[in-house]
């Protein structure tokens, strides 16, 4: 049975997104020892990469109804979350790579936060009237 989501899922799953990405960069900015306006910075940039990544996935993976095709599905995203997550952090965070062990360490925990986020974001989705179309 075909579904996606409407308009109202999408900008659920996007504000989800984007104030969990926020919190992550107000933990990085107290890890780092930075300060400023960062965090929100950070979970727009963040929000908008993993935007933009997701749809290019989505447009070179086949589509998935369910089962084991998602669970490939996310754990195809892996090493493209891997990548946003030491993309990010070294752009905001760690510039100078100083200590590459704590960067890996804060991107594999960014990737388990984005799989929270994605659970808690779909779940909104569903739950929200009209978020979500089936045929």
């Known amino acids: 049975m075909p579904g996606g989501p409407t308009e ?4 659920a799953f ?3 997104k984007l104030v969990g990405y926020t919190v992550a960069g107000f933990k ?8 400023g306006h960062v ?9 908008l990469l993993g935007v933009a990544a ?14 084991v095709g998602v ?3 996310y754990a ?22 100083g200590e590459p062990g704590r ?10 936060w984005s799989y929270v986020l994605d659970a808690l974001a779909i779940l909104l989705a569903i739950i929200t009237p009209g978020a979500i179309w089936v045929c």
């Open 103 to 112: 960067l890996l360490n804060y991107s594999l925990a960014g990737i388990a």
């Open 14 to 16: 996007v504000g989800v």
């Open 54 to 67: 997701g749809l290019a996935y989505g447009s070179v993976v086949p589509s998935v109804s369910g089962g």
């Open 39 to 47: 965090p929100i910075a950070f979970g727009v940039s963040r929000t």
């Open 8 to 11: 109202l899922g999408f900008a």
């Open 76 to 97: 195809g995203l892996l090493p493209v979350r891997l990548l946003e997550w030491l993309a990010i952090i070294a752009v905001f965070f760690d510039r100078r790579f």
């Open 71 to 73: 669970l490939a599905l």
């Open 28 to 35: 990085l900015r107290a890890a780092y020892q930075k300060e």
